[in-house]
């Protein structure tokens, strides 16, 4: 897809077909199977902007009149100029500086990218193709290069209203999984590239997904979680886990909620509480087991981890981020931990790094190092033949590449299930699952089916692979996937393909995992059924 | 936002079919909701999930977890997805007049 066409006014500009994505192993080896992405309606074709490949992410309303398209162009270039200067974008100009001047175009990123390859190699899912848009329009709308040798050079652009519209969009077809900038001999990093631009949309235009923006990061400062979950609805679903934990284990365990001066703040991501309360149930567990010092906090927002800013707006990632700090220090821990959940270890331990000073700079750090000194140093009983069934682990992206938690994860699972097997590649080399930078929570049209098709089949494919011997449904099996996004994502993958019913694999998080091995717990804690 | 006519009222829906005003819902709506998501006619046991959601929400501004729907009506995950083939979520959810379930749920 040539970029002078990105802007040319027509219904669409790619078609995903079956026969073009790259081939899946048995049982879903056969393309006409495949389940389609489906087709948006009429009246949604004509309200929101769907012309890139007939997928719609963020739902941007088209422009009714010239005017309109006019300001609409005029407020991204506003932007953008912005995101150039370093007052406004203090937070990442530097790397962005970087990945638009030194990428050499090698390509050698292509590979690495899950959305490009699976695809069948569309061009306009290309890591390098959205970054060439933005340094085409910057060279010639805001360093003002000669027309002439834009011309010369093959890198002239024409802006209208349609071609940034499918830039926003596109923008949204990257997961920031990061593995682009992994394999990069420079360091360029095309998916923060994909981040700027999202930044421009929500920070100058006002655009975002809703799921992102004003059910996310909005209500999650409004009433304490992007979940809807309130500081009344949060005391009654720990009472619920309470009373769930003494019927599934026999044991008594009070939820320590806001202990002033606990060594550890433990926040979850909320939606665990609401979808898997299993994982938050199997961490008071092993933390009462282990007499961890820990508590969890009934503040608005102290119990969400979440941060969703981290995708799309700066802002209000420095919003939350402060609040998680403060409320910390309002109780006087010693540090925050985080569950499992990837987007809040990137968002609160890495990138609040940049608006958390201070005070307010407070340790924060990942729950998975104590699972690992609570496993590895027996300080609970185990007996993995309770767990002696093929189990896989999925490696969160911002866990494995972006923080460098690799190990702790892999020894408790070599210490507690026998067959413990690595998908490929893994580690830090890891594929995406497919639902990063809040795509497993886009639920809105047909954007769950493209991340399902799309942007999770080679987490699909690797699944399946590792499998593979042992893939009927005789055999019960296992994705471990520490966190709570991936477990979403991985959910809605399993569910368009059938994959627990035809192939028996179940997912779920690492805790539930420690505590079904734990010995003083008679019936098992991981229930073999669809959630 | 697009209107629609449930129950013999117009109620504004999201673009996924989830009412947006929750304090219109009433049984009629809730039926003519069943009818888009494969749960109509509404037994007894249909009603008792709505019912436990509905009363739910309106104590504490969200659907409660999963796992307590199984246990407060009795039903397994199996069952509620025969009554609903779209889901707790998609499915019994909507019908309820709940929101669309936010967050990383």
Same mark, same amino acid.
């Given at each position: 897809m040539d970029i002078l066409d990105l802007g040319k006014d027509i219904d669409v500009l790619i078609n995903i077909e079956p026969e073009d994505l790259i081939p899946l192993p048995y049982p879903y080896d056969d393309p006409a199977n495949e389940p389609l992405i489906k087709k948006l309606t009429d009246d949604q074709k004509k309200r929101y902007e769907a012309s890139l490949d007939g997928v719609i992410a963020i739902g941007i309303p088209k422009p009714t009149t010239k005017e309109e398209e006019e300001t609409f162009v005029r407020r991204f270039l506003s932007g953008l100029e912005k995101l150039l200067s370093l007052e406004n974008n203090w937070t990442f100009l530097q790397p962005l500086y970087h990945s638009l001047e030194y990428c050499v175009k090698c390509q050698l990123c292509n590979d690495a990218c899950p959305a490009y390859i699976a695809s069948g190699r569309k061009e306009i899912y290309r890591p390098t193709y959205r970054p060439e848009i933005l340094r085409r329009i910057i060279n010639k709308y805001i360093k003002k290069k000669h027309p002439s040798l834009l011309k010369l050079t093959g890198s002239d652009i024409e802006l209208n209203w349609q071609l940034v519209a499918r830039l926003g969009e596109l923008a949204y077809r990257c997961t920031l999984c990061r593995k682009c900038a992994q394999v990069c001999p420079l360091g360029v990093d095309n998916g923060l590239i994909s981040h700027e631009i999202r930044k421009i949309f929500s920070q100058e235009m006002g655009i975002a997904p809703k799921e992102l923006h004003e059910s996310g990061t909005m209500q999650q400062l409004k009433t304490g979680s992007s979940t809807g979950i309130t500081p009344k609805a949060l005391a009654n679903i720990i009472e619920f886990m309470e009373e769930e934990i003494e019927e599934k284990t026999g044991k008594k365990i009070?939820?320590?909620? !806001?202990?002033? /001066? @606990? !060594?550890i703040l433990l926040i979850h991501n909320a939606g665990e509480f609401i979808s898997w309360p299993e994982n938050t149930m199997a961490f008071a567990i092993i933390f009462d087991a282990a007499h961890i010092d820990w508590t969890l906090s009934s503040d608005l927002a102290g =119990? !969400? @981890?979440?941060? =969703? /800013?981290?995708? =799309?707006d700066d802002i209000q990632l420095a919003r939350i981020a402060r609040r998680h700090a403060e409320i910390a220090r309002a109780l006087k821990v010693k540090k925050i931990n985080v569950g499992e959940c990837g987007h809040a270890h990137k968002a609160m331990i890495v990138v609040a790094d940049r608006v958390l000073t201070g005070e307010l700079n407070i340790p924060r750090e990942s729950a998975l190092p104590i699972l690992a000194d609570i496993v590895l140093n027996d300080r609970i009983k185990l007996d993995p033949s309770r767990n002696n069934f093929p189990v896989t682990l999925h490696d969160p992206c911002n866990m494995v590449r972006l923080m460098g938690i690799v190990e702790p994860q892999r020894q408790i699972l070599r210490k507690i299930c026998p067959q413990f097997r690595e998908m490929e590649p893994h580690g830090v080399d890891n594929y995406c699952c497919g639902g990063g930078s809040g795509f497993a929570i886009m639920q809105s049209m047909n954007f769950p089916d493209w991340r399902s098709v799309v942007s999770g089949r080679i987490k699909l494919k690797q699944i399946l692979e590792v499998f593979q011997d042992v893939i009927s449904v005789d055999t019960k099996k296992y994705v471990c996937a520490p966190c709570s996004n991936c477990k979403g994502q991985i959910r809605d993958l399993f569910a368009f393909y059938n994959v627990f019913e035809r192939c028996n694999i179940l997912y779920g998080g690492l805790v539930e995992l420690i505590v079904n091995a734990m010995v003083d717990i008679k019936k098992p804690f991981i229930e073999w059924e669809w959630r | 936002m697009a209107k629609t006519v449930l129950g013999g009222i117009e109620v504004e829906i999201d673009e996924d079919g989830f009412i947006q005003e929750p304090e219109k819902w009433n049984q009629a709506i809730a039926e003519d909701l069943a009818k888009l998501e494969q749960?109509?006619?509404?037994?007894d046991e249909h009603w008792k999930v709505v019912n436990y959601l509905r009363d739910y929400y309106l104590k504490y501004e969200i659907a409660p977890p999963i796992r307590m729907l199984v246990k407060q009506t009795g039903f397994d995950l199996k069952k509620i997805y025969q009554l609903f083939p779209s889901g707790p979520a998609k499915g019994a959810c909507k019908i309820a007049g709940l929101p669309k379930p936010t967050g990383c749920v």
């Open positions: 009070k939820i320590p909620v !806001d202990k002033e /001066g @606990a !060594d =119990y !969400d @981890a979440v941060n =969703y /800013g981290v995708w =799309y | 749960a109509y006619p509404m037994s």
